[in-house]
């Protein structure tokens, strides 16, 4: 707060407001129009462009299934979990947009929609690469929104949305578009055209990833071998802040976490080694909570795993001190 005269010149929060909007299939690689929603912070006066948060939804979903009153394949209500975290980072002073994924392409849900998925996003490299594009008209229409400061942008995902959030900072993405197109053995399956990222798109400063998968699908090569390509090797070039699950099946390539049953670690062995290789900080960095279980907090009030109540409420303020400290 600034005071003149005594008095705090920093404008006061009034409201959040939020919106439906669609981002446009013109700027879209595969053409596609996305559906999303913005919440947005109101406050009593100007205070210039602010910090943004670019949220991406997991495999259930951004939005419920339709109730047949809907016109289009989905609710417009979205998940309790994203309304949450929609409405409190607003309140923090963040514009955020949440992208679906899933309603632009006809469908709900990864479990209980099957039927409607389509052809050329039914299989899991699919969906991973689809997503990047998805993410990529995302961050750009984000960073060009009025009252947003492109240079403080966060990215926070859930489930398959970490994933997709872990992708959007790993520091070699064009090489690994590249690399899959002329070396993947999963090439003939993939039903689309695979196009670079735009050249300019704008970069986060840090990324929250809530219990994502690691493997990321074949789309990532997991060699940890020292000799092997470091470019093939996944790096965050920002801060990453991935919160896992002891319980949770997905948490094995994440870390080298003991409590972790059968734990890889690939990717954490794999960030080390580059940050060793470049002489930098390692930005990986990842906190595992005992006793909790995959989606642990998707719901508090129901809780299906002991410890979820603690871990949520733990991984919580993790994400958000963490966006506080690098976009405020």
Request: proline fraction near 5%.
């Amino acid at each position: 707060m600034v005071e003149i005269d005594g008095e705090a010149a920093a404008p006061s929060f009034v409201a959040v407001e939020s919106q439906d909007i669609v981002l446009p299939a013109d700027d879209h690689a595969q053409g596609l129009a996305i559906p999303a929603k913005v919440f947005r912070p109101k406050f009593a006066g100007d205070i210039g462009p602010g910090p943004a948060v670019l949220v991406m939804h997991g495999s259930g979903g951004l939005h419920k299934m339709p109730n047949g009153n809907d016109a289009g394949p989905c609710s417009r209500e979205l998940e309790d979990q994203y309304e949450r975290w929609g409405q409190e980072l607003a309140e923090r002073g963040y514009t955020v947009l949440m992208p679906s994924s899933y309603t632009a392409r006809g469908f709900c849900d990864m479990h209980s929609d099957t039927k409607r998925i389509p052809e050329g996003f039914d299989e899991r490299p699919e969906a991973i690469l689809s997503r990047l594009y998805d993410m990529d008209v995302a961050a750009k229409y984000l960073c060009d929104m009025d009252g947003v400061d492109c240079e403080r942008m966060g990215v926070l995902g859930f489930s398959h949305g970490a994933t997709m959030a872990m992708l959007a900072l790993h520091w070699q993405m064009d090489h690994a578009i590249e690399y899959y197109r002329e070396n993947s053995p999963d090439r003939g399956d993939i039903d689309f055209d695979m196009p670079d990222l735009s050249e300019d798109r704008p970069k986060f400063k840090v990324g929250v990833a809530y219990y994502p998968g690691c493997g990321t699908d074949g789309f990532l090569l997991r060699e940890t071998d020292e000799r092997a390509d470091i470019r093939n090797k996944y790096f965050p070039s920002a801060d990453l802040y991935v919160l896992h699950a002891s319980r949770d099946e997905l948490a094995k390539i994440c870390t080298v976490d003991p409590e972790v049953k059968g734990a890889t670690g690939e990717r954490e062995i794999q960030s080390a080694q580059v940050a060793a290789e470049l002489g930098v900080d390692d930005h990986y960095n990842i906190e595992v909570y005992n006793r909790a279980g995959h989606g642990f907090d998707s719901d508090e009030k129901e809780a299906n795993e002991p410890g979820n109540f603690d871990a949520a409420a733990h991984a919580r303020t993790v994400a958000l001190n963490q966006l506080y400290s690098h976009l405020n």
